[in-house]
């Protein structure tokens, strides 16, 4: 076949045959010359090369730009997540250590409580239960005659260094006081400081006298193995009356019986349909007498318990010009905080110390 192309006509066509972009015909004629001419030949491949070259290079510079990218977004993405780390360990620093949570009644222990200046003043002395927690910004909030103390809890630091706290509330026209608001704990009330034995008691308050553990709970809260010694239990709760029987061990002296007093009238509160408590003991200098003639047994009902109370209430409102109510029923004195802090009262004074 002729080859009828010239070599100004094939260098026109170069370009587009390194590209691939000549028809089929025009390619083979090109082709043809290229056997031929070895200028043409050399112009060729010349253009050709360079192409490659630069696509490598390209290349390269791409590859590369991409992992310069990569590495920076890797750096920035760490450095954002260090960022945001620091941010949150700083906010939950400033949370525990300054700014603190608002006061837990349950977490603060009442040391001391004393009613001062004349009875115009309740003097409390404050501490953490938490050796690892403070307080800060205490404050009191009076509304309706009722102040209620308030506080931030924080963890120990330099900043704040200690649980402790002692609190001057004035008592002026002010008929309760509470610690952490009337969501927390009742302190004091109609010239009364509410002691948190009451409150733990008043929590282990149970309706039935089958219940075993709650049972057990008051026992250990009014700690009648410490004051009176080692006892034995049974439960009469197959009908009527329900009885708490406690079988003692040790002998007991007058203190002891008041002492069992103070504790049986306690318990006939706390339990709805405890009827009465009987025990058994021996008397002191029983020792060396007749089994029958050492054990003396004995009873407090329920009934017997709230007359002797409603006794002593009118005695202590004649002597104290107080107007404290008398309830016929001893299961009212554990139906609050005050009227249960009463009937401790009255018994401390009349049943414990007097006779």
Not at 22 to 37: N, P
Not at 75 to 90: D, E, N, P, Q
Not at 95 to 106: D, E, N, R, S
Not at 195 to 210: I, N, R, V, W, Y
């Amino acid at each position: 076949m002729k080859n009828d192309l010239t070599c100004g006509v094939v260098r026109d066509l170069l370009p587009s045959y390194v590209e691939n972009l000549l028809g089929e015909e025009s390619k083979e004629a090109v082709d043809r010359h290229l056997e031929t001419c070895p200028e043409c030949r050399e112009r060729k491949e010349d253009m050709a090369a360079p192409t490659g070259a630069e696509e490598t290079a390209e290349a390269a510079k791409e590859v590369d730009f991409l992992r310069r990218v990569k590495k920076g977004t890797v750096k920035k993405i760490a450095l954002a997540v260090v960022c945001t780390a620091l941010v949150v360990l700083g906010g939950l620093a400033l949370k525990v250590f300054v700014i603190g949570t608002p006061l837990q009644a349950q977490s603060v222990a009442v040391i001391a409580e004393e009613i001062q200046d004349g009875g115009s003043t309740l003097f409390l002395s404050l501490s953490s239960i938490n050796s690892g927690n403070a307080f800060h910004g205490w404050r009191l909030e009076t509304v309706d005659g009722v102040t209620s103390i308030y506080a931030r809890d924080v963890m120990v630091s330099p900043i704040h260094r200690t649980g402790d706290a002692q609190i001057y509330v004035p008592l002026n026209f002010i008929q309760e006081v509470w610690l952490g608001g009337r969501s927390g704990r009742l302190i004091w009330a109609d010239g009364l400081a509410i002691s948190q034995k009451t409150m733990d008691l008043l929590e282990a308050k149970t309706p039935f006298c089958g219940d075993v553990p709650a049972l057990g709970r008051i026992a250990e809260l009014l700690e009648i193995s410490q004051e009176l010694g080692p006892y034995a239990t049974t439960l009469h709760t197959s009908s009527q009356p329900y009885a708490w029987a406690l079988e003692f061990r040790d002998t007991f002296d007058t203190k002891d019986w008041r002492m069992l007093r103070f504790c049986a009238y306690q318990m006939l509160a706390l339990v709805g349909n405890l009827d009465q408590i009987n025990y058994s003991y021996r008397p002191e200098g029983g020792v060396g007498r007749t089994a029958v003639d050492q054990l003396r047994e004995g009873s407090v009902s329920a009934g017997a318990a709230a007359r002797v109370l409603a006794g002593l209430t009118e005695r202590h409102n004649e002597e104290h010009n107080t107007n404290w109510p008398v309830h016929e029923s001893i299961k009212e004195y554990a139906e609050s905080p005050l009227e249960y802090q009463r009937m401790v009262t009255l018994m401390n004074e009349y049943l414990i110390y007097r006779q």
